[in-house]
């Protein structure tokens, strides 16, 4: 009954898929290429990316000095990786005690980069409560009201504080361009009430374990295509799919492939249709060069 109801949702989609290239290229939208696993050979890692068929990165800001860096490497690796890399910039929940005074301002001024493309990652996290609540909850709303002035994408974190997360951001839905439920690994009724907010849905790796991902394997077939986004969200949550599997457990964008796979293999739906679709997604959302037909 799910798949019927995503097939009848996207059948737009798939005429539209019907016309685009038969490149598989993808787009990942969540790597956090800043990240001290990948100091040794970051730039295999991209080249590797772009080797699997890849045509575009979206490295993620967790706090205003990791959003620094990530703006850096998209302007370091300009010239051997044209237009391949992009970036977000925010404060992650875990970081929210940690700011600034004018963190705000900092990141503002980071936004104005034509390589940043979003804010975020920003959101709740009441699973480990690395950053009391009721700071987190202050520092998501202001990174909130940061995307609607300056008219940029959210890109969003939520674990374990559903409720207080969506009324921070009801009050902005249809005042910012774009809300991006990254990495989502909720019920139902969460899944339900961010689509019916015209939301849109990051799948990682998640998915590809049957042990902890059941129930966004049983829920996956919900989302229209046309709210769909993938993304490892390297170096974690690298797919249990993979065969051989890898000697080390670091996921890396090239891997992204395999999430693809699985979601084809849930939803029954063709992989070049969700290839497009979801790169399409990409380059609307992030406002990224168009690379397809």
Known sequence: MNIDLLKSNNSKAKTSAAKASSSNALIDVGVNLTNKRFDKDREEVIARAQSAALSGLLITGTSVAESKKALALCQQYQTDFPNFLYSTAG????????????????????????????????????????????????????????????????????????????????????????????????????????????????????????????????????????????????????????????????????YLPYILKEITSITGLDQEQIAWQTSRNAEKVFNFPTKRN
Not at 93 to 112: C, E, G, N, R, T
Not at 219 to 227: A, C
Not at 232 to 250: E, G, M, N, Q
């Open 91 to 254: 404060v992650h929940p875990h970081d929210a005690d940690h700011v600034a005074v004018d963190y705000i301002a900092q990141l503002k001024q980071l936004a104005m980069h034509t390589q940043v493309k979003a804010i975020g990652e920003c959101g709740l996290d009441f699973n480990r409560n690395f950053s009391t609540p009721a700071q987190q909850k202050i520092v998501f709303s202001e990174q909130v009201a940061l995307a609607a002035e300056l008219q940029m994408p959210l890109f969003l974190h939520q674990r374990d504080a559903f409720a207080p997360w969506f009324n921070i951001l009801s009050p902005y839905l249809g005042k910012v361009p774009a809300m991006v439920a990254h990495c989502f690994t909720g019920s139902k009724n969460e899944l339900m009430q961010c689509i019916n907010a015209d939301m849109y849905i990051g799948i990682t790796g998640w998915l590809c374990d049957e042990r902890r991902g059941q129930t966004l394997r049983d829920i996956v077939s919900l989302i229209p295509l046309n709210r769909l986004l993938i993304e490892t969200d390297a170096p974690y949550l690298t797919p249990r799919t993979i065969r051989p599997k890898p000697k080390s457990s670091r996921n890396e964008p090239s």
